[in-house]
């Protein structure tokens, strides 16, 4: 029953990074498009809808059906997909590929131990919660400064913070299967998305090379 949930998690989740990547690619080939998609109006729009998603799939969790579910997950996928687009415009394609390996590397080793260990990590999720908190914070006074050493400690603080995040909510994910089981592949599928998305984007801004 523990393998049926985990084939049927990683198979939604291994669909949904294909969504994002693939929404994200094609955007970035049409510049009209793009130009729609990065201005000021509608990336705000996107980042709404992507929040308001978020927050109704937690908050539904016990009452969704699974094609509701199917419904939440694929639309944030590709709105983050959408997002996306300014990536691949932005940054060598070998490059995105090879911080996308690396993430997938690091994603792996996280998940298995915290899949494999017996610890109880509730006290990781409180001080992973601040600690994100604190990093959002200094992104946001990081705008006004620009510092891009302090713009780099920041990166690397948030993938430590999501790789961490990645071995804690995977453990949690019992929890997740007995307040639904139709519906907590993809929400589990979900919550280890969001972590592979930031340790993506933030192992980028580190290592990432922009096209010449």
Known sequence: MKNDFYSKLFMHLGLGLFITF?????????????KHVISGGA??????????????????LAKMSKVEASICYGLYTFLTGLTFASIFYIFDLTSVISVFLVTA???????IIGMKTNKDLTSLGNILFVTL???????IINIFIGNSVFDLLISILAVIVFVLYTMYDI?????????????APLYGAFELYLDF????????SIFGNSKD
């Open 197 to 204: 998305i930031n340790i993506f984007i933030n192992l980028l």
């Open 171 to 183: 453990k949690k994910l019992d929890l997740i299967q007995n307040i639904n089981e139709d519906v």
């Open 105 to 111: 590397v690091l994603f792996t080793i996280f998940a």
């Open 43 to 60: 990336y705000t729009l996107i980042f709404i809808l992507e929040f308001v998603l978020a927050i109704f799939f937690s908050l539904r």
């Open 22 to 34: 693939l929404t994200g690619y094609s955007v970035s080939l049409n510049e009209e498009m793009l």
């Open 133 to 139: 908190i604190s990093i959002i914070i200094l992104s």
